[in-house]
């Protein structure tokens, strides 16, 4: 069973259903017990990044989900909970995140050249770092994804999967150990995006 | 680089879509949820569906179709119509949409956009403006196009963007329908008088109208179309194919 953590952040609908999709049992999770329940646990969020840390502390899971983490258990993070993941976060202030990641989620508009939109919007193409990444088993360089964001995670190369180009390469997706992370919205990218979860329900 | 999207536009009445017909290998086309289900297997980037529902039952079959809708699409799904305050946000979310769109509801009261906008984020409030050429100026229509509001167009999306619209759908009254293409004019005027991205839509008869509004305007973002598509008169593959060949980057 795959637990998506719930800590008041977001609209959980589209992650349950595209994990039917692939046949996967999920539980939407708000308690400790919970997390201990589960095989593997998905991080999701919108919003702003310090919003969202202190209201994944202040629920009580950050806790438990570090003890999970550090037992083994695989921690998928996707969008804004793939920022979590890092050491801290430069939107509205400076916020510790989980640090389960060693980076710093900054905004892109100072890294893309003047004149290209923000947020990052729309479908782009991945390029893969480390294709050996077994949630990108049956993903191709080339292959587009959905973004919708204005802030990245700046982090060591050994830790990224995969970039995309916004005349700048953008971490898309990281990995550190049993540990992952998704800049995109794999449950709104369409085939990519499910092989993707069903990558990461089959490890 | 981000792609050109290719929209598929669905207006859904009492749970069924509006001017569905003739599509091989679909049984049913004036279903919702077999109609997306096909485009998004056809290469459609985003599907915006429209509730031009009146009733209150009408509403609530569409919140059911979208919910099917969104249990089996898995590509960003965008919800229109009859939405007039945050709690009809609230509803629509909910089944599943990712992005609303406003459009009469945000003319009446536009502290809409801002009260959306600071509760879902920018990227989740969608301003959608019919304009059309009065007098020597654009101006926006309410009411799906029949109320002359008497407001200036490009001020109106300004302050859209301003209060929040994360995104835009330029719809011209004046090319809608007559399927010769873009409204080019309208379009250059709002790219350059906002940053944010934006949907053309109204005037597409053939693929060439795709080329010529990427082609010309890079900063338009999307095209969206509903009839040319329904009646199979061009095929998304076969357009995205097109410009791709034109050199316009889209997701393949």
């Known amino acids: ?203 | 680089m981000i792609t050109k999207r290719i929209i598929p536009c669905l207006d859904v009445r009492d749970g069924r879509v509006v001017k569905g017909v003739n599509f091989q290998g679909l049984n049913d086309v004036s279903d919702p949820v077999a109609l997306a289900e096909f485009y998004t297997e056809n290469g459609a980037d985003e599907l915006v569906f429209y509730d031009i529902t009146a009733s209150a039952e009408g509403r609530k079959l569409f919140t059911e179709v979208l919910t099917r809708t969104a249990e089996r699409v898995f590509i960003p799904l965008t919800v229109g119509g009859g939405i007039n305050t945050v709690e009809d946000f609230d509803r629509v979310l909910k089944c599943g949409a990712d992005k609303v769109s406003v459009n009469s509801g945000a003319i009446r009261r536009p502290e809409l956009i801002r009260e959306a906008a600071k509760k879902y984020g920018d990227q989740c409030v969608v301003l959608s403006a019919d304009i059309k050429r009065v007098d020597g100026e654009f101006r926006v229509f309410a009411r799906g196009g029949r109320d002359d509001t008497g407001i200036e167009a490009i001020g109106w999306i300004r302050r859209g963007v301003a209060l929040g619209a994360g995104e835009l759908v330029i719809n011209s009254i004046d090319t809608d329908g007559v399927k010769r293409g873009f409204d080019l004019e309208l379009l250059e005027r709002v790219c350059e008088a906002v940053s944010v991205p934006v949907i053309a839509s109204g005037g597409a008869g053939r693929a060439e109208d795709f080329i010529e509004l990427f082609e010309t305007l890079p900063g338009v973002d999307a095209g969206l179309a509903a009839s040319i598509f329904h009646f199979g008169e061009v095929p998304i593959p076969a357009l995205k194919k097109l410009l791709a060949e034109h050199g316009i980057l889209v997701r393949n």
């Open chain 1, 1 to 203: 069973m795959i637990a998506i953590v719930d800590y008041g952040v977001g609209n959980l609908f589209s992650l349950k259903s595209s994990f039917a999709a692939v046949g996967a049992e999920t539980a939407v999770v708000s308690d400790a017990a919970g997390l201990r329940a589960a095989d593997k646990l998905i991080l999701p969020g919108v919003g702003a990044f310090g919003d969202a840390a202190a209201m994944l502390r202040e629920s009580g899971l950050a806790e438990p989900l570090l003890e999970e983490v550090s037992s083994g258990k695989p921690l998928m993070g996707i969008c804004l909970g793939m920022q979590l993941l890092f050491t801290k976060g430069l939107e509205y202030g400076e916020h510790r995140g989980l640090d389960l990641i060693p980076g710093t989620v900054r905004p892109i508009a100072g890294v893309i050249p003047a004149g290209l939109k923000i947020p990052h919007i729309g479908w782009n193409a991945l390029q893969l770092t480390a294709p050996e990444d077994p949630i990108l088993r049956s993903v191709r360089s080339g292959d587009c994804v959905y973004f919708v964001h204005s802030f990245f995670a700046e982090t060591e190369p050994r830790y990224v999967s995969a970039v995309a180009d916004y005349g700048a390469p953008l971490t898309a997706s990281v990995r550190r150990e049993t540990v992952w992370g998704c800049q995109f919205h794999p449950e709104k990218s369409g085939k990519v995006g499910l092989g993707i979860l069903r990558s990461f329900c089959e490890l």
